[in-house]
């Protein structure tokens, strides 16, 4: 289930998941590498500001006339190449984490622009995964094996969700996942009116635990297409909001599947819904749930 930390326009249960986060570093300082490449998939990369939180990095641009300029925006499906992932992940996993990216940056435009699939734009969105670290799955299993609660950790909010879930089971502090993804959103003349280069790191206290080398990845990039949505949709930066309570619209289509506000949304398929909660309460694999790109369930 596509569970990551979602929010708001702003942002809406970051802090949670931070307070969270704080404790376990403290307690097992168990996160994974959080690495931010050079930029080389971007038409430019020299007037960026640094920005982070717990356990994720970012460097940011973005014109401030963009907000009042744009009103379509068209999203080119994320590339995520063989090379990056090298033999560890199949076509269908990184298809699936490409995705995850394309469908939760795909909601948070959709609160302020609307959504093309096809024909000019005043601004096209493009992304590429630039590196991943693959999650150790005996490592997770042996979380797994300890673990029988239910988990509801994600796009509603992981800090969230476990105050209402579970008494969480913190993970072998092993092999855990990242990934790094740059991003730029052009206009018609092909000038770069925004950009991010995102670092992201699972972490031993608040990300669930699959038997699935791309779950820590999976979840991760949902998290950069919030980041990167909100952005664009804010021009606010996505780390530095404050803390709100999820919307019923990001609650029923972020995590129950239901259809997006914006039917050109629909391109990127839906959040698994119960299916994928029950799948992720057992440490199922997301491609289980997960049907990718440009499905919908009736």
Same mark, same amino acid.
């Given at each position: 289930m596509l569970l990551r930390s979602q929010r708001t326009?702003? *942002?809406?249960a970051r802090a949670a998941r931070i307070g969270l986060s704080a404790v376990a570093f403290a307690l097992l300082a168990g996160c994974g590498d959080v690495v931010l490449t050079d930029g080389r998939s971007l038409s430019r990369s020299d007037q @960026?500001? #640094? *920005?982070? %939180?717990?356990?994720?990095?970012?460097?940011?641009?973005?014109?401030?006339?963009?907000?009042?300029?744009?009103? *379509?925006?068209?999203i080119v499906p994320t590339a995520f190449q063989e090379?990056?992932?090298?033999p560890g992940l199949n076509p269908?996993?990184?298809? $699936?984490?490409?995705?995850?990216?394309?469908?939760? $940056?795909?909601?948070? $435009?959709?609160l302020r622009y609307d959504i093309v699939s096809s024909g000019r734009a005043d601004l096209t969105v493009r992304a590429a995964i630039t590196r991943i670290d693959l999650t150790n799955v005996p490592a997770a299993g042996a979380t797994i094996a300890a673990? *029988?609660?239910? #988990?509801?950790?994600?796009?509603?909010?992981?800090? @969230?969700?476990?105050?209402?879930?579970?008494?969480?089971?913190?993970?072998?502090?092993?092999?855990?996942?990242?990934?790094?993804?740059?991003?730029?959103?052009?206009d018609i003349r092909n000038r770069q009116r925004a950009a991010m280069i995102w670092g992201g790191a699972a972490n031993a206290f608040t990300n669930q635990a699959?038997?699935?080398?791309?779950?820590?990845?999976?979840?991760?990039?949902?998290? &950069?297409?919030?980041?990167f949505g909100s952005?664009?949709?804010?021009?606010?930066?996505? @780390?530095?909001?404050?803390?709100q309570i999820p919307t019923y619209d990001r609650v029923r289509i972020t995590t129950l599947g239901e259809a997006p506000l914006d039917p050109d949304?629909?391109? &990127?398929?839906?959040?698994?819904?119960?299916?994928?909660? $029950?799948?992720?309460?057992?440490?199922?694999?997301?491609?289980?749930?997960?049907?990718?790109?440009? @499905? %919908?369930?009736?």
């Amino acid at each position: 289930m596509l569970l990551r930390s979602q929010r708001t326009l702003a *942002t809406p249960a970051r802090a949670a998941r931070i307070g969270l986060s704080a404790v376990a570093f403290a307690l097992l300082a168990g996160c994974g590498d959080v690495v931010l490449t050079d930029g080389r998939s971007l038409s430019r990369s020299d007037q @960026f500001m #640094s *920005t982070d %939180a717990v356990a994720s990095e970012a460097k940011l641009f973005i014109d401030p006339t963009l907000l009042s300029t744009v009103r *379509t925006v068209r999203i080119v499906p994320t590339a995520f190449q063989e090379t990056v992932s090298g033999p560890g992940l199949n076509p269908v996993e990184r298809r $699936l984490i490409a995705n995850a990216a394309d469908r939760a $940056l795909c909601y948070d $435009l959709s609160l302020r622009y609307d959504i093309v699939s096809s024909g000019r734009a005043d601004l096209t969105v493009r992304a590429a995964i630039t590196r991943i670290d693959l999650t150790n799955v005996p490592a997770a299993g042996a979380t797994i094996a300890a673990s *029988t609660a239910l #988990s509801i950790a994600g796009q509603v909010g992981v800090g @969230f969700a476990n105050t209402i879930g579970k008494v969480p089971v913190p993970r072998v502090p092993i092999g855990l996942g990242s990934l790094t993804i740059e991003a730029e959103a052009l206009d018609i003349r092909n000038r770069q009116r925004a950009a991010m280069i995102w670092g992201g790191a699972a972490n031993a206290f608040t990300n669930q635990a699959r038997f699935s080398a791309a779950s820590d990845a999976y979840d991760l990039a949902g998290e &950069f297409g919030q980041d990167f949505g909100s952005y664009l949709a804010t021009g606010k930066d996505p @780390f530095r909001g404050e803390l709100q309570i999820p919307t019923y619209d990001r609650v029923r289509i972020t995590t129950l599947g239901e259809a997006p506000l914006d039917p050109d949304c629909e391109a &990127f398929g839906r959040a698994p819904g119960i299916d994928g909660i $029950l799948a992720d309460s057992i440490g199922l694999p997301p491609d289980w749930t997960d049907r990718g790109p440009g @499905f %919908a369930r009736p």
